[in-house]
């Protein structure tokens, strides 16, 4: 008895020690599960080959031989005077060149892909443009003649059609707007020039900008060449999420791993007005604008630095509405602007002819706008300009680290003026003020102080005291320069 006693303790140990190595057991199995079905849902993300997807797109996507006529060169001319040795040598010369050097065809190629059954065709506007003449080489090796339905040059983008007696083999567009960085992608087309070929990477980045107004590029590593230009970037649904249009390289040569497609949240869009128009349609809203700075929300008394400053209302839609120079646009059609390259792209994705919802900050409070938008394109065709008022003195002052001067007629002469443009010109910046700093130089010209307009130096200096008597730190100046308008916040010092 007493040596079971003794053992009885040792055995209920011997349990404990028995569940925990279970527990554990347990919890080990567990965890391997849980990862194990976490590689499983990576290893599903990402396919061990893309030949099934490659096979379900190829058919749709197309190289394009794009014709041009060169003009007949006019040949250089006999500078040798008549008589010189070998005169007549050269004149049979200079004339079997000029005869062998008529016009002559130059071919370009690039790629594109099929967008309906039809025999709409995507592609760069850069790949067709000055074309006399477009085959299309289908994946089946059968060409086909194109002709251009449409272009759109701030996209770089342009819409072909082909007639074909059967049904063409087709790709569909997918979502851009929900494509992440970091998911996997494959370019298709035909780079160099050495036929169909196929590229895989990831989205690098999103929403980048090159040089247009509209650009919303999807940056990749997948491999992007000359003549992979117009081709596809497919999601791994096979949906087109881009149009491969520009490469970034150094030393002008081939892929370093950042290339440049337009994102089909863009193309799609375009494509549908080159269908149903054959030109583009985008709203217009009519005002210049820049973005809001630190400095520029503090001098407007704005609490976040977001929407577009309106720095110039000429004729047009938002005169009309009632919207003025150094309104904020803080929302457009119930959306939250950001930024002025947001902004744009808002009206221009909205249908010409909608009435639209404008909320401007204005004098510390903001105000509801209807605004009926009109066509962009008609605008820039119109070259419409703002109106201007007439100036009147000449005298100088320094200010805020500027030297100063009241306009007249010799001076807007010597500044390439128009006789209506009004203000108080620049004459010289002080290199170690905040207005140098902030970018005002000689020639600029003041227009308004404190979102009121400056006829004259009085004008600016009875605005600064205002300013300085309202207890702010810092004035507003609205300069123009080369035809271009900006807002520019300067400290008032003590």
Do not use: C
């Amino acid at each position: 008895m007493k040596s079971r006693a003794l053992l009885q303790p040792n055995t209920y140990s011997n349990g404990i020690r028995a569940n925990g190595m279970r527990a554990l057991f347990l919890l080990m199995l567990g965890i391997t599960l849980v990862l194990a079905q976490t590689v499983a849902t990576y290893a599903k993300s990402v396919p061990e080959s893309l030949a099934d997807l490659v096979d379900k797109v190829s058919p749709a996507v197309v190289n394009i031989t794009t014709t041009t006529m060169i003009a007949a060169s006019t040949g250089q001319q006999n500078t040798l005077p008549d008589g010189a040795p070998f005169d007549d040598l050269f004149r049979d010369f200079m004339d079997r060149q000029q005869q062998q050097g008529g016009p002559r065809r130059a071919s370009a190629l690039g790629s594109g892909f099929i967008i309906s059954e039809t025999g709409y065709i995507v592609t760069n506007n850069h790949v067709i443009d000055g074309a006399d003449e477009i085959q299309i080489e289908l994946f089946n090796g059968g060409t086909l003649k194109a002709t251009i339905v449409g272009t759109d040059v701030k996209t770089d983008l342009a819409l072909l059609k082909v007639e074909s007696d059967e049904p063409l083999p087709f790709v569909s567009f997918g979502d851009s707007d929900i494509a992440r960085v970091g998911d996997w992608v494959m370019a298709v087309g035909n780079p160099l020039g050495q036929g169909f070929s196929v590229s895989a990477g990831i989205i690098s980045a999103r929403n980048r900008a090159l040089r247009g107004t509209y650009d919303d590029f999807i940056q990749t590593d997948a491999a992007i060449n000359r003549g992979n230009s117009g081709g596809p970037l497919f999601n791994m649904d096979g949906e087109v999420i881009g149009v491969n249009t520009a490469i970034l390289s150094p030393n002008g040569g081939g892929s370093i791993g950042i290339g440049f497609s337009m994102s089909s949240a863009v193309v799609s869009r375009v494509m549908d007005q080159l269908r149903e128009f054959g030109e583009t349609r985008r709203g217009w809203l009519g005002v210049r604008i820049q973005d809001v700075s630190q400095d520029l929300a503090e001098s407007l008394s704005l609490s976040d630095v977001a929407g577009a400053l309106v720095t110039d209302v000429p004729d047009g839609p938002a005169k009309i509405a009632g919207i003025q120079q150094g309104d904020v646009i803080v929302t457009f059609d119930g959306k939250h602007v950001p930024d002025t390259r947001e902004l744009v792209r808002m009206v221009g994705d909205t249908a010409v002819g909608k009435t639209v919802r404008v909320v401007v900050f204005r004098d510390g409070k903001t105000q509801t706008l209807k605004v009926v938008l009109t066509r962009r394109e008609d605008a820039e065709k119109a070259s419409i300009v703002p109106a201007a008022t007439q100036p009147e003195v000449t005298q100088e002052k320094e200010l805020l680290g500027l030297k100063l001067k009241g306009l007249d007629a010799d001076l807007r002469g010597q500044l390439g003026l128009n006789e209506g443009d009004d203000g108080v010109i620049v004459m010289g910046v002080d290199e170690a003020s905040q207005a140098f700093e902030k970018g005002l130089r000689a020639g600029d010209l003041i227009v308004e102080a404190g979102q009121q307009k400056v006829a004259s130096l009085a004008d600016l200096s009875k605005r600064i005291e205002q300013a300085r008597e309202a207890g702010r730190k810092s004035i507003l100046l609205l300069i123009t320069r080369g035809g271009d308008r900006r807002f520019v916040a300067l400290s008032l010092g003590s």
